[in-house]
């Protein structure tokens, strides 16, 4: 029965499993090195020896390689001379084969089509390569290594030895800055970054911008989640972000919690975004008001575009995956991490200090990939404590130095004060500073923000402006004049002649009718150096 002719036919590398090569695009290659002078500068930066199917052919190119290290021409005679002196004439061909290469070509104008063949071949035979470990794992049901897990980091890893970035002209990099520039002149008020919910903090950082890795670091029962937590919601209830057609545009967040589950964080959400008590919500104890204002967060939150994943056991790898489909479906502008020291990288490795940094560098790979900023939350080592000043350093971080050098911004929560400590007023104790001990593109500072644990919630120091300007208020000099008491002078009672009537102050009108010194006697005062003018009548003294 002849077979359908719609029925696709198998290739013939299927069949007898052979791996994809092209000997002759592979030959062209390696001749256009040899007689062109332009080629070399492309092929021996994109190509590696490996990317080669033939043996011999690794050996030439591996040669070449050696010759453009050494700064020294790419031609037939000091090729011949490198494969010499490494020793695998015999391997290669012998010198007819090295001859027969010049002439394999007799242009060198189509040297990229040729890289090209040469690149697709080697990126089938190293997925080819993958597939097969993956296929191993999975036979082999080895319980200590998850198969869904070593799939996609041999994906990944595949698809970061890709690198198809090249250098650019620093003149276009600087128009592309200047157009940026210019839109941000034009229309200040633009949203080109993640809003932060605290007036300074957002002043000093301009927003979370794309890319960013940030750190938010602290000791435990210190406030990160719920600090994270604002972020997030803040970013996904504000509507300032507006589509071509006038239409919100939310922000769309992404939360990986690693120790709090999905219904903990919504809860902590609610009773943060309702300004209700955890307490009564947890004791079933909430009273009617409060049951209104859970409804009324609920209704905001419900055009909030926030997802959560609680997986206790998550990688760097799975992280980016996941968001890269999130992004692909949905959107994404903010990703948070809860937290660090509770993250695998998924690999074997020698020690963990290694492992915080092959996360924190995937980490800060994936916020680059998908274009996002990150907030990853750490703890700080218990080494603080020991210390007299218990303000927090960047070597404070756990585990590993290479935290530091990876994020672009990093943030310290520190608290002068215990919640709960009753020896100081409540304004006080739930002062809390914000500390940016790094920023990348900007200058660090310390902006102070309120606590408040009922809500588990952070806002800016003041709320309104009367209560910020009531803080920021110059000390008062009336109570400085001379003859003044000590006692603060109320203000209803300062300066109460109009202008123009001016009446010396009560104590020292009185002093002028009662004590009057004669000419000759005088002192000096309080500042012996202070010069002093004899006075010629008791009108003159003011």
Known sequence: MPAAKNEKREHPNVKARVLPHNDEAEQAVLGCVLIDEDAPITILNELKP????????????????????????????????????????????????LTSLTTFVPSADNYRHYLEIVKKTSLLRQL????????????????????????????????????????????????????????????????????????????????????????????????????????????????????????????????????????????????????????????????????????????????????????????????????????????????????????????????????????????????KELNVPILLLSQMSRDIEKRTDKKPQMSDLRESGAIEQDADIIIFLYREHDPNDQTVDEDTRTKCDLIVAKHRNGRTDKVTVRWHGEYTTFTDLYENKADAAIEAREPRFENHFIGAEDAAVPDDEIFQPPVGEYAPPPERSAKKQTEKAPDDDFSFGDDPFEPFVRPKKDDDII
């Not at 390689?65 to 012998?94: F, R, W």
């Open 50 to 97: 490996d990317d080669f199917y033939q043996p011999a052919h690794k050996d030439i190119f591996q040669a070449m390689l050696n010759l453009s290290y050494k700064d020294k021409p790419i031609d037939y005679v000091t090729l011949v001379q490198e494969v010499e002196e490494l020793g695998v004439m015999d391997g290669v061909g012998g010198l007819t084969y």
């Open 128 to 367: 080819i390569s993958s597939s097969q470990k993956i296929m191993d794992c999975a036979y082999s049901g080895d319980a200590e290594e998850d198969a869904l897990s070593l799939a996609e980091r041999e994906i990944y890893a595949l698809s970061e030895k890709q690198d198809k970035s090249s250098l650019i002209d620093m003149n276009d990099a600087i128009g592309r800055a200047f157009e940026i520039m210019d839109e941000k002149q034009k229309d200040p008020t633009a949203q080109n970054t993640v809003p932060i919910p605290f007036t300074k903090l957002n002043e000093l950082l301009g927003g979370f911008h794309q890319s960013d890795l940030v750190l938010i670091a602290a000791r435990p029962a210190q406030g990160k989640t719920s600090l994270g937590m604002n972020f997030i919601s803040h970013a996904a209830l504000d509507k300032s972000r507006r589509t071509p057609s006038g239409k919100v545009d939310p922000f769309r967040c992404a939360v990986f919690s690693l120790e709090m589950s999905a219904e903990q964080l919504a809860t902590r959400l609610l009773c943060s975004v309702a300004k209700v008590s955890m307490e009564h919500v947890n004791s079933g104890k909430r009273t009617t008001q409060e049951t209104m204002r859970l409804m009324e967060a609920q209704k905001r939150l419900a055009d909030a575009k926030v997802f959560v994943d609680d997986s206790s056991l998550t990688t760097p790898i799975e992280i980016l995956s996941k968001c890269r489909r999130l992004k692909r479906e949905h959107g994404l502008d903010l990703i948070l991490v809860d937290y660090l020291q509770l993250m695998s990288s998924g690999k074997r490795v020698e020690s963990r200090q290694q492992e915080v940094s092959d996360i924190t560098r995937t980490m800060k790979i994936a916020a």
